[in-house]
């Protein structure tokens, strides 16, 4: 199975790549707003404005440092059912993938170029109730 490897800080982390929908370069945000807390800005992406998460605010406090290898990593929001819609994580260090099989990270981590690499999902990274909003809020075509 492959995955997109990223950093949050210190810490690695391996993204199923089935989650992954597109990979850009780190690119200027919009502020918007009344924006839920955890949205950092929203950019354009085929015909509508997505929310922007960055994981380094939820998880350190500070934003992802603004390197060559920091990237938006668009994914798929689960809002429940079958409704989903579209958001990008601003992701340090995402230019590494990571091919083995989903048992390596048992217990916790598998071992990678980096280190130890632990997986980490969409819905892990984001808490419901943030993918909601961040969903119900920009769900808004051009």
């Known amino acids: 199975m492959l995955f997109l490897v990223f950093s949050i800080g210190d810490e690695s982390y391996a993204l199923p790549?089935?989650?992954?929908?597109?990979?850009?370069?780190?690119?200027?945000?919009?502020?918007?707003?009344?924006?839920?807390?955890?949205?950092?800005?929203?950019?354009h992406y085929r015909g509508s404005f997505i929310p922007v998460l960055d994981p380094c605010v939820l998880r350190l406090g500070r934003p992802a440092a603004q390197r060559m290898s920091t990237r938006l990593i668009v994914v798929r929001l689960d809002r429940g059912g079958d409704?989903?819609?579209?958001?990008?994580?601003?992701?340090?260090?995402?230019?590494?993938?990571?091919?083995?099989?989903?048992?390596?990270?048992?217990?916790?981590?598998?071992?990678?170029?980096?280190?130890?690499?632990?997986?980490?999902?969409?819905?892990?990274l984001v808490p419901a109730d943030l993918r909601r909003a961040l969903a119900d809020a920009m769900a808004v075509p051009c």
Do not use: K, S
């Open 17 to 43: 790549a089935g989650e992954v929908v597109e990979v850009l370069p780190l690119m200027p945000l919009r502020n918007v707003h009344a924006a839920p807390q955890g949205m950092v800005g929203a950019f």
């Open 83 to 124: 409704d989903e819609a579209l958001a990008a994580l601003i992701a340090e260090n995402a230019t590494d993938t990571l091919r083995c099989e989903p048992q390596a990270f048992v217990p916790f981590a598998a071992a990678g170029d980096r280190g130890l690499v632990q997986r980490v999902e969409v819905d892990r």
